[in-house]
């Protein structure tokens, strides 16, 4: 017995040797493995290397999609619930998406109107442009969104008081219970609605900061935003988009040409008009030219707004729907020939093909195009377009000529064109179970009346171009006379000739750079390379 004990200790002895050394020796092996793999990866160029975690995880999802298949098939009742849970997220991600997009057009109306103003104004033009939307949706959720939207009578709403109420979202149709019954037909939560209801809202206020510039007082037009979209705009909104006596009588704006736009502009005409002209606009009859002083953001900013218009417009299903595609087509098309007339316009009727025309040609095709987009085939979407490219010239001179004094032309981009907009829907319409089957009965107005369907679908828009004008320019003027005759709505004269940066903000945009008015305020055309001739109008719109 002690003579096997012996044996196998020996045994054993003998062996761990040999099992050390056989570990060593694959440690080695493996170490070497690992080294030579690691330095075929450093040999691969980095776009290689890059790929190789995106082949592991691709393996991994092979191998985890084959395991799921073996999953037991999930009930009727579960895959349906399924489906309309995806559905509702594919709708409000798509819709918050849009609403991004809208909101960044408040990055482009600021670069665009602080461009085409002064340098001195810089400072002023970007704080309002920043601070009117952090208004707006404080305006807009206490008091706006129910105005426009709750639940009340054929003018105004009544319920819905800082998004309070019954709401059960996404439900929609006879499913809906809630005080938000004009918005009953998308099917997304109450916070996707608000959302991209408050950006629209916030670019009705934005569209006046251009037309007053550079001689409003700050806190003035801080005060009249608050109104305008807690007040004026959520009323004539509800007219035509919160089930009111508009829209029963026939009245249709697919983006807001009149809801948003018009609404926006003729708020703007009337702070132009009541605030007169800039100091030295206007010198012995002729109107001199007060250039912006970067084209190059003003450019930018356009482009900015081109882009967020493919929120504003095909967002406006709010829904992913197959129509998206038709009205981004539309939207861009009136824009791209809008821009072309507007060039070639400028160019015979200036003489030249003014930056700032084109820019405004390439907004009034947006405008124009903004209530038709998804009720137009595209041929009559670029005839809209053009003929809103055609307008906005001829507009921008004439409201030089009769002393309204827009430095950006928010008036004729967005009140003249916005009307032409509204107007194009009942010419052009295509109707209900048109050639292009674009939308059905009671989903968009009747067939257009240069398209063979009479007066039926024209007639209500005028109704509503008139109502929502005279409606706008009744309260906002009431509006800007009380601010008028309390606070005072022009800075003084001083101050608007050493600049609203320093006058109302205490500091300036571009510090240490030169500025281009001399102590009186009165700019000499000669500096600018321009003559005065009777009509002239100045290079910045």
């Not at 674009?438 to 679908?457: D, V």
Request: charged share 10%.
């Amino acid at each position: 017995m002690k003579l096997k004990l012996k044996q196998k200790k020996r045994w054993r002895d003998q062996r761990r040797p040999l099992s050390a050394s056989r570990y060593a020796s694959s440690s080695v092996r493996t170490n070497t493995f690992f080294a030579q793999l690691h330095k075929a990866i450093k040999r691969l160029s980095p776009t290689w290397r890059a790929c190789i975690p995106l082949s592991i995880f691709i393996v991994l999802a092979w191998g985890y999609a084959a395991v799921a298949q073996d999953a037991p098939a999930a009930s009727p009742d579960r895959t349906t619930q399924d489906l309309l849970d995806l559905r509702v997220g594919l709708d409000t991600l798509w819709v918050c998406v849009a609403a991004f997009l809208v909101f960044f057009m408040n990055a482009g109306f600021g670069m665009l109107e602080t461009g085409f103003c002064r340098q001195k104004n810089a400072v002023n033009i970007l704080a309002k442009n920043l601070i009117v939307f952090a208004l707006s949706t404080v305006a807009f959720w206490a008091i706006g969104f129910a105005l426009m939207f709750g639940d009340g009578n054929a003018f105004f709403g009544t319920n819905g008081w800082f998004l309070t109420g019954a709401d059960n979202s996404p439900s929609t149709g006879d499913a809906y219970q809630g005080v938000f019954s004009a918005l009953n037909w998308t099917g997304v939560p109450l916070g996707a609605k608000f959302l991209f209801q408050l950006v629209f809202a916030g670019t009705a206020a934005t569209i006046v900061s251009g037309a007053v510039a550079e001689r409003i007082k700050f806190i003035d037009f801080l005060i009249f935003s608050l109104l305008l979209v807690g007040i004026a705009y959520p009323i004539t909104g509800h007219w035509i988009w919160g089930g009111g006596w508009l829209a029963d009588a026939g009245f249709w704006d697919f983006a807001g040409s009149t809801v948003v736009h018009s609404v926006g502009g003729w708020a703007a005409l009337m702070g132009a008009a009541i605030l007169g002209p800039r100091l030295g606009k206007y010198q012995d009859g002729v109107s001199v030219a007060m250039p912006g002083h970067n084209m190059s953001i003003a450019m930018l900013g356009c482009l900015i707004l081109w882009l967020g218009w493919f929120g504003f417009n095909p967002g406006s299903t709010m829904a992913v729907s197959p129509s998206i595609a038709h009205i981004a087509l539309t939207t861009n098309i009136a824009a791209s020939t809008g821009g072309i007339a507007a060039t070639i316009v400028a160019w015979v009727y200036l003489g030249k093909p003014d930056l700032s025309m084109i820019i405004n040609g390439i907004l009034a095709g947006l405008v124009g195009i903004t209530a038709a987009c998804a009720y137009v085939s595209l041929p009559w979407a670029a005839v809209i377009g053009f003929i809103a490219g055609i307008i906005v010239v001829f507009s921008v001179t004439w409201f030089d000529k009769i002393r309204i004094d827009d430095p950006v032309g928010a008036t004729s981009v967005h009140l003249v064109c916005g009307i032409w907009g509204t107007l194009a829907v009942g010419l052009f319409a295509e109707g209900p179970g048109g050639v292009l089957n674009l939308y059905e009965e009671g989903a968009g107005p009747l067939r257009g009346l240069l398209l063979g369907g009479g007066f039926g679908a024209l007639l209500p828009q005028i109704i509503g171009v008139l109502s929502v004008g005279g409606f706008t320019v009744l309260i906002t003027t009431i509006f800007w006379y009380i601010l008028k005759a309390t606070l005072g709505i022009r800075v003084t004269p001083q101050e608007e000739i050493e600049g609203l940066d320093i006058g109302e903000h205490g500091m300036e945009a571009y510090s240490g750079f030169l500025k281009e008015a001399d102590a009186s305020g009165m700019a000499d055309p000669s500096v600018y390379g321009a003559t005065r001739r009777p009509g002239d109008v100045s290079s910045t719109y």
